[in-house]
């Protein structure tokens, strides 16, 4: 099996999401955590699964996104890595995730 690698932000995001999870419920914070990288070793094993970022600048041209299917409201930004994928940023579905990823100035 293929694993994904994580970037320091991207562990960040994974440790806040589940330090925040956590404090209601800590089996649920459990779950998540290894529903996401889970989905992020599927990621690797099939990197093309993510949409890429429409209209963002060049040096975000290879990133891609995926929800995760058991909790949508988690995203994952990943790019081709070597032989695997990295995460970039595990982010909420509510975040204005443009911001991270800014898109091209026309």
Same mark, same amino acid.
């Given at each position: 099996? !293929?694993? %994904? /690698?994580f970037s320091p932000k991207a562990e960040r995001d994974l440790d806040g999401v589940f330090q925040f999870i956590f404090s209601d419920n800590p089996d649920a914070a459990k779950r998540v955590r %290894? =529903? !996401?990288l889970d989905v992020a070793d599927l990621l690797a094993e099939n990197p093309e699964l993510g949409r890429k970022i429409r209209? =963002? %600048?060049?040096?975000? %041209?290879? !990133?891609?996104?995926?929800?995760?299917? /058991?909790f949508r409201n988690y995203l994952i930004f990943y790019q081709p890595f070597q032989e695997t994928i990295m995460v970039i940023r595990v982010l909420h579905a509510a975040q204005d995730w443009t911001r991270f990823f800014p898109p091209t100035n026309l």
């Amino acid at each position: 099996m !293929i694993r %994904a /690698k994580f970037s320091p932000k991207a562990e960040r995001d994974l440790d806040g999401v589940f330090q925040f999870i956590f404090s209601d419920n800590p089996d649920a914070a459990k779950r998540v955590r %290894a =529903t !996401i990288l889970d989905v992020a070793d599927l990621l690797a094993e099939n990197p093309e699964l993510g949409r890429k970022i429409r209209n =963002t %600048a060049p040096r975000h %041209a290879q !990133i891609r996104w995926f929800v995760v299917p /058991k909790f949508r409201n988690y995203l994952i930004f990943y790019q081709p890595f070597q032989e695997t994928i990295m995460v970039i940023r595990v982010l909420h579905a509510a975040q204005d995730w443009t911001r991270f990823f800014p898109p091209t100035n026309l």
